[in-house]
């Protein structure tokens, strides 16, 4: 016999799922641009398909098939973000710019910059 409650938090699982990638999917039809993209496509991974095989895995209970859904959870979500990220990565060392309103980059180069100058100034003393 099946415990409803099980069945209510499942069917939560599954719903909260289905809109978290249909969400993402919208999100990759409406931004504008590579990076805005990859991150709607990392919150379908994470988030949305995460939730549907959390879901899977309470209907599936104690069995070998949540053990199996448990392993492919798992090998997500540590692949998934690291894919993302070696993706931007690339793009970045191809010269594919972000479209930003602001530049924050310079902004840390010169820090870095003025780090290294107050090193060197230390060491020459």
Do not use: N
Not at 1 to 10: A, E, K, Q
């Amino acid at each position: 016999m099946r415990v409803p409650i099980i069945d209510l938090l499942s069917w939560a699982c599954i719903l909260a799922g289905s809109f978290f990638t249909i969400v993402g999917a919208v999100g990759l039809l409406r931004m504008p641009e590579l990076y805005t993209r990859m991150h709607a496509a990392s919150v379908t991974d994470t988030l949305g398909a995460g939730l549907l095989i959390t879901g899977m895995m309470l209907q599936a209970g104690l069995t070998l098939v949540a053990a199996k859904l448990l392993f492919i959870l798992a090998l997500l979500f540590f692949v998934s973000p690291v894919v993302t990220h070696a993706l931007a990565q690339a793009a970045l060392e191809a010269g594919l710019e972000p479209m930003l309103h602001e530049d924050r980059r310079r902004g840390v180069q010169d820090a870095v910059q003025k780090t290294r100058e107050a090193q060197a100034f230390e060491a020459a003393k």
